[in-house]
């Protein structure tokens, strides 16, 4: 991209110090949405998909389906794929570098027809972020794995054989790629050590509606008896517990009063404990999480401190957000990123808007200013939640905030401007003078 490119994209700009009020619809989850929609790759048939949000992740991965001849239709919030056509195991550089999730077709595509060829994934802004579990897991499934020409050749001689995997760490996309690839094995799998995060509860979900077999759903050991066939399905995609937890922060810096509906409040244990230890009321109901922060515009917000860790852990998705959250605090707190290596890209920003945050490795020491710590400033997003990070930081801070580069944000908040502004939120996306 040209500078002159980038000074004609759309730009953020936040008019701060607004209390917001009232209550946000949750959209589906993206990171359930990707896998669920690579898992239609596994039987030929006619799925359909409910609860999709229309993102710019999403969209990526429909034309990564249509690439491999699939055949996707948006019905409102549904999906219809039809993947009977399937006539192309490959994923091209263009779209795997711009949305890594694109390595979730390897497991299905070697499940179904043994072969996959996708471009290696290189760095990204919040590290390097290897696939060698990914395939060391295939390679446990009697898939021979080789790197040519910067793309990954996979290949299976004989259907894949059940074995057992282990992950030296929970890995949420080698968890879902291994399943998928398990579940018409001959044989049994065994995933030891697997990631648990609600978004693998709802593929197991899925996989079982097409006739898997599967034990061990939210726990770190799955095992998966592999069938013979499967056949397509219907289903729906859970709400999205990090878009929930990104409104529920933003309300609380901005000293406001209101909530999320349609989330599953269970899917967010540690952020809940986080936020009310940072003073802030928090209610739990059936379907929706309600937060007050009036009283913290009186007191300020307490200082927390918190560790990125595997779900049901606090998650590395909404670190930056409770950062922005923390440079309003009364005291010190310590963010401890455990997942991410470089997971501290929005730091320079958030320091640009006053905030005073110092960096020794993968802790961060934010030195909260209390409830005026920040002033309006131009910006850049950086990644998706880095740019929401910003997004909070610029509806608290006291005058005009400016967010360039907001593609990052459209990759994985539905009408995120829109759902601000039903909160009263001062927020437009402008287009700067094309000339
Ligand atoms: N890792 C390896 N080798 C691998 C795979 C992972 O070393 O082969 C390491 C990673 O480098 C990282 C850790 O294992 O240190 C965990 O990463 P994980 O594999 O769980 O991440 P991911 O599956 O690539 C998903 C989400 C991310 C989210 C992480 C962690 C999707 C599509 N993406 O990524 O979402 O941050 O899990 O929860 O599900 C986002 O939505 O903004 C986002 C980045």
Redesign the pocket.
Known sequence: MTIKEVGKMEKLIVEGGVPLDGEVEISGA??AA??LITATLLCAGRYRLKNVPDLRDTRTMLRLMEHLGITCERDGKDLEIDTTNLNSAEAPYELVKTM??SV?VLGPLLARTGVARISLPGGCA??????????SGFEQLGVKCSLENGYIEAKAENRLKGNVVYF???????T?NLLMAATLARGTTIIKNA?K?P?IGNLIDMLTLMGADIEGKNTDLLTVHGRDNLTSCEVEIIPDR?EAGTYLIGIAATGGQGGVKNCIPEHLPSLIEKMRGAGILVEVQDRAIMVDARECCKKGFKEVDITTM??PGY???LQAQFMALMTLANGVSVIHET???NRFMHVAELQRMGASISIDGRRAMISGKGLKGLTGAPVMAT???ASSSLVIAGLAASGMTEIARIYHLER?YESMVEKLAGLGADIARVRPDSS
């Open positions: 993206k990171n990707l896998p890594r999730a979730l919040i590290g390097a972020r290897p696939i060698n579990y990914h395939l030296d760490m929970p890995s949420v996309t080698a879902e990631a995060e978004e990090i595997p779900y998650p590395t998705d997942i991410f290596e990644d998706l939640r994985g």
